[in-house]
């Protein structure tokens, strides 16, 4: 038997120490040193509650020297051992036979954000309850219970509190303001509703001005309270809706809190979408009284834009005959265009290649090298390389051949029964004999030795030939080798008459 006591108080020790570890450790919990005008009927190892949750125990009852109660409560929630200066506690009862508990409540409620107040101060070393928070008289209640106020009407209590009274008066009579204070704070509604007054005290200013500007606001409602009624009446309508539609409705609230997480980040982009587009609105401002012009401006030119609208109204009804002749054009044009579509094709292709292969530029130079080999350009001038001698009889078109034209030649032939004359036959041959002698394979050199003689500049105009040395100037080409053309230059060896010939045949 003593060995299975004895493994009953192990097995119950090793209980208490985990007990007192889980709730702070047997020295970590949270004392506090409540003063209470009256603490009857409480004695330890009552509950100590926050809320209805019980967060600890009465650890001790002791009075002061000013005739107070001192109760030590042994708070071992961790959750709630930050007691602050605005803290308060009550005794009230637990159960019909006596019993009382501490109702506490470690700071007072306030809006999100509000600094909380400091925490309660620690009683020092050397005084009593050293180490424990101290919470002063002021912030703790002493109701009196029910049941007493019941009890003062029946005998003897009716009479001894008669007793009291008359016993305590005198007492009593020279501390009425201690008297009023200890009251106030057994009802802790009137202490409550003392604030209450004055902090209206402090706003009496605001109240006064919210009644004013409520009368004056209220003012038109009296006025149109049919509306108010009608509006009253609708809400009604509407609560029955959202009444109807609740499952709905608490799906939606359901669905917020995740909403306001996607709300966030959305937020914050508009932030920065704000800031980035911040300049352009500034510039936008100080762009405002111009754009307030323009629209004004657009007024105006809007009603002289209704009249050309007219205008056009009045030309379309007269060139709708018009265009309705031209209806059946339109088909003539679409056959038109199918039918050249083959030629378009064929047409872009020649354009294409003549545009890839340079033939365009070849055409150029085809033209401008067939005006050149008529037109000739030396240091005298321009002359024409071909000539058509012919009377004037001869040039006509006709369909039989007159046998009067069949005898024209060129060079030394009669015209029209007309011989050359010396000089005409002199230097018009001479010229022609030389150009047809170096076209036949000889040198210049060889055709001026076969054909002597000179032309003078009279008799040929700007094509004289000179066969003396020095009597006529160098040829120069004009263009250059981009033009296409080739140039010669006469040798310091060939005589003046050659080079000029040979440039003549060349187009220079």
Same mark, same amino acid.
């Given at each position: ?11 119950? &020790? ?60 042994? $708070? ?11 803290? /308060? ?10 019993? @009382? ?7 007072? +409620? ?17 005084? !009593? ?16 219970? +029910?049941?007493?106020?019941?009890? $003062? ?8 509190? #008669?007793? *009291? ?42 109240? #006064? ?27 009604? #309508? ?36 704000? !800031? ?16 307030? =012009? &323009?629209? @004004? ?5 809007? =009603? ?31 056959? *038109? ?23 365009? !530029?070849?055409?150029?130079?085809? $033209? ?15 002359? *024409?390389?071909?000539? $058509?001698?012919? /009377? ?31 000089? %005409?036959?002199?230097?018009?041959? &001479? ?18 030795? =076969?054909?002597?003689?000179?032309? #003078? ?19 120069? +080409?004009? %263009?250059?080798?981009? /033009? ?5 230059? +006469? /040798? ?17």
């Amino acid at each position: 038997m003593a060995a299975v006591a004895a493994t009953v108080c192990a097995v119950a &020790l090793v209980a208490v120490v985990l007990l007192a570890t889980s709730a702070g450790g047997s020295s970590g919990s949270y004392e506090v040193r409540a003063i209470f005008d009256d603490a009857g009927n409480l004695t330890s190892g009552e509950n100590v509650k926050i809320d209805g949750v019980n967060v600890g125990t009465v650890g001790s009852v002791t009075p002061t020297p000013q005739a107070k109660a001192a109760v030590v409560l042994k $708070i071992t929630t961790p959750g709630f051992q930050d007691f602050r200066e605005d803290a /308060s506690c009550t005794v009230r009862p637990q159960a019909l036979i006596g019993e @009382k508990f501490v109702d506490c409540l470690p700071t007072q +409620p306030r809006v999100e954000g509000t600094p909380l107040p400091p925490p309660l101060k620690t009683i020092p070393a050397g005084q !009593e309850g050293a180490g424990q928070v101290l919470l002063p008289v002021t912030n703790t209640h002493s109701p009196v219970d +029910p049941d007493l106020l019941g009890d $003062i009407t029946r005998l003897p209590e009716a009479q001894r509190l #008669t007793i *009291l009274l008359n016993e305590f008066g005198a007492g009593l009579a020279g501390r009425g303001s201690d008297l009023n204070v200890v009251i106030r704070r057994a009802n802790p509604a009137l202490q409550q509703l003392e604030a209450v007054f004055a902090i209206l005290a402090k706003e009496n200013k605001v109240l #006064t001005d919210l009644a004013v500007e409520g009368d004056r606001a209220l003012a038109p409602i009296a006025a149109d309270r049919g509306q108010v009624v009608g509006f009253i009446k609708a809400s009604k #309508t509407v609560a029955q809706a959202t009444a109807n539609q609740r499952g709905a409705l608490a799906q939606n609230l359901a669905d917020f809190p995740a909403f306001l997480e996607q709300l966030g980040p959305a937020m914050e982009r508009l932030g920065r979408f704000a !800031e980035q587009t911040t300049p352009t609105l500034e510039d936008l401002g100080i762009a405002a009284p111009g754009i307030n =012009k &323009l629209f @004004k401006s657009t007024a105006p030119f809007s =009603k002289s834009f209704e009249g050309f609208l007219s205008a056009v109204g009045k030309n379309a009804k007269k060139t709708a005959s018009a265009l309705k002749a031209v209806e059946p054009l339109l088909g003539l044009a679409k056959g *038109l265009g199918k039918n050249a579509k083959p030629f378009a094709s064929n047409f872009s292709g020649l354009l294409t290649n003549l545009k890839s292969t340079g033939g365009l !530029e070849r055409l150029l130079d085809f $033209i401008y090298l067939g005006a050149g080999s008529v037109n000739g350009y030396d240091a005298l001038g321009h002359f *024409l390389r071909a000539e $058509i001698v012919a /009377s004037a009889g001869c040039i006509g078109y006709a369909i039989v051949t007159n046998p009067s034209c069949s005898t024209g030649k060129f060079i030394g032939g009669k015209t029209a029964g007309t011989t050359a004359t010396a000089a %005409g036959s002199s230097s018009t041959s &001479l010229v022609m004999q030389r150009t047809l002698a170096v076209l036949k394979g000889m040198t210049p050199a060889e055709a001026t030795a =076969k054909y002597p003689g000179s032309v #003078t500049a009279g008799a040929t105009g700007a094509g004289a030939l000179s066969t003396a040395s020095g009597a006529a100037p160098t040829a120069q +080409p004009v %263009g250059g080798a981009a /033009s296409g053309t080739t140039y010669y230059s +006469p /040798s310091s060896e060939s005589s003046e008459a050659s080079g000029m010939l040979l440039n003549y045949l060349l187009g220079d």
